[in-house]
């Protein structure tokens, strides 16, 4: 598996691990308003109506942990409320035990 993703200095990098690309995965889908996807138009979540009705989409954001947990160890999504949007911490456990904790604003 290969997909392509901004390094922290903006440029496009190709991970191939299959468990960074997973992370990766599942971080652009978090960030993908819904239907937004041209391959898949089930994924993402829907940030941009949230703002608009102050409701957060825990229930998009459920369905898609649900739809990666198993290439995880672990894997947890919770919504930091201390960011005016939504914004979400996620905490990864790898199936060789490596632990990755991002904060991803939506």
Same mark, same amino acid.
């Given at each position: 598996?290969?997909?392509?993703?901004?390094?922290?200095?903006?440029?496009?990098?190709?991970?191939?691990?299959?468990?960074?690309?997973?992370?990766?995965?599942?971080?652009?889908?978090?960030?993908?308003?819904?239907?937004?996807?041209?391959?898949?138009?089930?994924?993402?979540?829907?940030?941009?109506?949230?703002?608009?009705?102050?409701?957060?989409? /825990?229930?998009?954001? @459920?369905?898609?942990?649900?739809?990666?947990?198993?290439? %995880?160890? #672990?894997? $947890? !999504?919770?919504? /930091?409320?201390?960011? @005016?949007?939504?914004?979400?911490?996620?905490?990864?456990? %790898?199936? #060789?035990? $490596? !632990?990755?904790?991002?904060?991803?604003?939506?």
């Amino acid at each position: 598996m290969r997909i392509w993703g901004r390094n922290s200095a903006g440029q496009w990098v190709a991970v191939t691990d299959p468990s960074y690309a997973r992370l990766l995965q599942l971080e652009q889908t978090l960030r993908l308003n819904q239907g937004e996807s041209p391959l898949n138009g089930s994924t993402g979540i829907p940030a941009q109506q949230s703002v608009n009705t102050q409701i957060a989409p /825990d229930a998009a954001v @459920a369905r898609t942990v649900v739809a990666f947990q198993p290439y %995880f160890a #672990s894997l $947890t !999504v919770k919504r /930091d409320n201390t960011q @005016a949007n939504p914004t979400y911490r996620l905490r990864a456990v %790898f199936l #060789s035990g $490596t !632990v990755v904790e991002a904060l991803i604003a939506t």
